[in-house]
Structures are given as structure tokens and as C-alpha cells.
């Protein structure tokens, strides 16, 4: 069986440590670049305000991990796994992404 895979934007278009929202099958996912060039994806839907804005969040570093404050309560999500460290009851979906000839996919499914 063959993966599918769509493309949502140049890999341009994210600034690094800056994100990007795409809709994909009917849901928003927050798509993040570092500065080193790793791209995560993540629901862009914040639990704790109950908002779709982890897009607009700042990207960083608490300890090892590599995470996106909310901007609108602080919690922190862990970009690679989408845990939030300030509550371990959350997390929230991570979705396979890839940049292919200057373009940012993320993995359908």
C-alpha cells in the first residue's frame, strides 16, 4: 500500500521557528520550522483555551525538548510528541511531515 501524502505550502512560506496552520481532511494542523530546518506537526487546536491558534505560538526550547507556547495561556507542547509539559493528561495528535522540492507535506491518515 502506498502512503499518501499532501502537500500544504513551500517550505518558504514557514519562517524559521515560526508556524503555519493548514487544513487537512476537515481539521487545522499547526505546521512548525526551526532554525535547524526540522519540521513537526501538531493540532492546531489548543485544549486549554479551546482555540485553534497553537499556529501562532512561539517556538522554543524548555529543557531538551523543543516546544510551542500557546499564546494565549503559556502550557507548552512538545512539537515532537505532542505532550504538554505543564499537564501530562494532555496531548495532543502529531502528524508525520516531510519537505520535498521546496515544498512541506504532511503524511494523510
Known amino acids: 500500500m502506498s502512503e499518501t501524502w499532501i502537500e500544504v505550502c513551500k517550505l518558504d512560506d514557514i519562517v524559521p521557528d515560526t508556524g503555519v496552520c493548514a487544513l487537512i481532511d476537515d481539521k487545522q494542523v499547526a505546521l512548525f520550522r526551526t532554525r535547524t530546518g526540522e ?4 493540532d492546531n487546536y489548543d485544549p486549554f483555551s479551546k482555540a485553534n491558534v497553537l499556529s501562532r505560538g512561539i517556538v522554543g526550547s524548555v529543557g531538551d525538548k523543543l516546544v510551542v507556547a500557546s499564546p494565549i495561556y503559556k502550557q507548552h507542547f512538545c512539537l515532537a510528541t505532542g505532550e504538554c509539559l505543564e499537564d501530562e ?3 495532543l495528535n502529531v502528524y508525520t511531515v516531510k519537505a520535498a522540492n521546496d ?3 504532511v503524511k494523510a491518515g
Open 39 to 42: 519540521l513537526f506537526a501538531i
Open 103 to 105: 515544498a512541506v507535506a
Open 89 to 91: 493528561n494532555v496531548k
